[in-house]
């Protein structure tokens, strides 16, 4: 086929002196590309190679002395038009774009690439088309999803952005981010514009994601520039132009943030007015027990006076009648008389010690009903005992309490309950 071009033996055809004959055959049948050499004066065919066979449909005989547009191969004659024109003004075309249609009517996007040359002194054009339908299609579905994508950004009201991690350079905002910032975003260094800072952010997180491409980088940050409290979400994700790019995610948690310093703000004082509470309440039960106190004082004294009446009478008669000292047995019933007052006169006084004590914290423990039974019955002694006797009445009480559960009280110092 190339023979019959008019191509001669100094290797003129392949467009460049002493390039090997052998080589340029090797390259030109080889070729996966339609490979088609022209005649600049009539625009016919003169050598087509096997690929272009394949991508066209037609044989090579049918294709040599035929123009392109007797073939019908060009599908849009104004991109034939256009080709013409700009391999007349160029030696080389290069990376021309144009729709083929093959001998079956079916439609193939191609790209082309074309050169000027000359064979046995006339001009011819060597042209290569390449079947780019499948990587056209490929990149129209990449290219829509990542308009879906982008469009799904843009309906979010929360901060996203892209950007280079090698550069910084910012690719991609979102109508949320762009709305926060008064002048166009993309373009610029994510951590001058996000930041305000005049180098990369110490803090960046470039580095962990990444080391971990696959995975979400999650974290909290303060944003000074906006007085914004932010929850990020980074991950690296594949760009178009096939470059690894950091995305950011950022959700605006200030309202948050904020409720829950209220929070601990209002737990704080809470425990502050509870302090205060608890301190104005044991002020106020010091106050009652003094003041119930001082109301018991004068019956109190009333009782102590006739415990200390038996003290005094026979320690007087002990200690003025000699005689007395001679029956042992008398002796024994005063000082036993005595020991006795002396012991109700101390549980009055630790009773009322325990009544009014303040105290540091209140300790509940289980406590046994009889147990309190005959405290109740010891402190008040003095009333329904001494009174009594000191009017010839004589009272003895008696208790009998059968087993029963215990139940929690409070109890003071002594360790008895109150």
Same mark, same amino acid.
């Given at each position: 086929m190339i023979e019959q071009s008019g191509h001669n033996k100094n290797g003129s055809a392949a467009g460049g002196e002493g390039f090997d004959d052998t080589a340029f055959e090797a390259i030109f049948h080889s070729s996966p590309d339609a490979i088609i050499i022209s005649r600049v004066s009539d625009r016919k065919v003169v050598a087509v190679n096997a690929g272009c066979t394949t991508i066209t449909g037609y044989e090579q005989h049918e294709m040599v002395g035929k123009t392109s547009a007797e073939l019908g191969?060009? $599908?849009? %004659?104004?991109?034939?038009?256009? *080709?013409?024109?700009?391999?007349?003004?160029?030696? &080389?075309?290069?990376n021309f774009p144009f729709t083929m249609r093959d001998r079956h009517g079916s439609r193939k996007s191609c790209m082309l690439c074309a050169k000027m040359m000359k064979i046995d002194g006339r001009d011819y054009v060597m042209g290569v088309a390449r079947d780019i339908t499948e990587e056209k299609k490929t990149a129209e579905a990449l290219a829509a999803e990542h308009a879906q994508l982008l469009a799904i950004f843009d309906s979010i009201d929360e901060v996203i952005y892209v950007s280079d991690p090698a550069t910084h350079e910012i690719l991609y905002v979102n109508t949320a981010t762009q709305k926060r910032f008064p002048h166009k975003l993309v373009g610029r260094a994510c951590y001058r514009e996000f930041q305000g800072l005049d180098k990369p952010c110490p803090f960046c997180t470039n580095a962990i994601i990444m080391k971990n491409p696959g995975e979400a980088h999650r974290w909290e940050f303060h944003n000074a520039l906006l007085d914004r409290d932010y929850e990020l979400v980074d991950r690296i994700i594949k760009w178009p132009d096939g470059r690894d790019v950091r995305f950011e995610l950022a959700i605006d948690i200030t309202?948050? /943030?904020?409720?829950?310093?209220? +929070?601990? #703000? $209002?737990?704080?004082?809470?425990?502050?007015?509870?302090?205060? +509470?608890?301190?104005?309440?044991?002020?106020? +039960?010091?106050?009652?027990? %003094?003041?119930?106190?001082?109301?018991?004082?004068? !019956?109190?004294?009333?009782?102590?006076?006739?415990?200390? /009446?038996?003290?005094? !009478? *026979?320690?007087? +008669?002990?200690?003025?009648?000699?005689?007395?000292?001679? #029956?042992?047995?008398?002796?024994?019933?005063?000082? !036993?008389?005595?020991?006795?007052?002396?012991?109700?006169?101390?549980?009055?006084?630790?009773?009322?010690? #325990? &009544? &009014?004590?303040?105290?540091?914290? #209140?300790?509940?423990?289980?406590?046994?009903?009889?147990?309190?039974?005959?405290?109740?019955?010891?402190? /008040?002694?003095?009333?329904?005992?001494?009174?009594?006797?000191?009017?010839?009445?004589?009272?003895?009480?008696? /208790?009998?309490?059968?087993?029963?559960?215990? &139940?929690?009280?409070? $109890?003071?110092?002594?360790?008895?309950?109150?």
């Open positions: 191969i060009w $599908a849009d %004659l104004k991109e034939r038009d256009e *080709y013409w024109a700009l391999q007349m003004n160029n030696e &080389f075309v290069k309202e948050r /943030t904020q409720a829950q310093q209220r +929070l601990e #703000d $209002a737990n704080r004082r809470l425990k502050e007015t509870l302090g205060q +509470l608890k301190q104005s309440e044991d002020q106020i +039960l010091r106050h009652a027990r %003094l003041s119930a106190l001082g109301q018991m004082a004068r !019956g109190i004294s009333h009782e102590l006076n006739n415990i200390l /009446t038996p003290i005094l !009478g *026979y320690a007087d +008669l002990l200690l003025t009648r000699e005689e007395k000292l001679n #029956d042992k047995n008398e002796v024994r019933s005063m000082l !036993g008389m005595i020991h006795s007052a002396a012991l109700d006169a101390g549980k009055i006084v630790t009773r009322l010690h #325990d &009544f &009014f004590r303040p105290k540091a914290h #209140d300790i509940r423990e289980p406590v046994h009903l009889h147990e309190l039974v005959e405290s109740v019955v010891t402190f /008040t002694l003095p009333r329904w005992k001494n009174e009594m006797v000191a009017k010839g009445i004589s009272i003895e009480i008696t /208790t009998e309490i059968q087993d029963c559960p215990q &139940f929690i009280a409070t $109890a003071p110092r002594s360790g008895k309950p109150s």
